[in-house]
């Protein structure tokens, strides 16, 4: 497995507008909530992912990544690793650009899966904290100018 540096991040991060979050929360204190709800307010738009449905966010949950009408920039992951090949199979199906796997999850499978369906592919990290540590907020991104 290939080590990810700052430089794929900014890459990923950069240029996305849009992430669906499987495993968003409604219930707030939980990272599946507070990060998303971080990554609303940068000015990306969430599309939260949930088979529970109802609203997070303010946004309607889809029940999977299959109900997508349109590409995502990056999916988002906060499941369990043994579902994450499977969530990548949906990633690749839905045309998405990234995989991002939250800390503390880590999938060999999912990669190959998504690296062969032209993912770029981020595991093991927080997706909020990395961009709050690199500052691409505060470069004026994302989000319409």
């Not at 599946?32 to 990306?44: K, N, R, S, V």
């Not at 995502?72 to 949906?90: H, M, Y």
Request: hydrophobic fraction near 45%; include cysteine; glycine fraction near 12%.
């Amino acid at each position: 497995m290939r080590e990810q540096h700052w430089d794929d991040y900014v890459h990923v991060l950069g240029t996305a507008r849009t992430i669906a979050v499987v495993g968003a929360s409604d219930v707030p204190g939980k990272a599946a909530h507070e990060i998303p709800a971080y990554l609303q307010a940068q000015g990306f738009e969430v599309i939260p992912v949930n088979p529970r449905g109802g609203t997070i966010l303010g946004v309607p949950a889809l029940a999977s990544l299959d109900d997508l009408d349109r590409p995502v920039d990056i999916v988002n992951v906060f499941r369990p690793a043994p579902e994450t090949p499977g969530i990548a199979r949906q990633a690749v199906r839905a045309g998405a650009r990234s995989l991002w796997l939250q800390l503390g999850i880590v999938s060999d499978e999912a990669r190959r899966i998504a690296e062969a369906g032209g993912l770029d592919v981020v595991m093991n990290r927080c997706i909020g904290a990395v961009h709050a540590e690199l500052g691409l907020a505060e470069q004026g991104l994302p989000g319409p100018a």
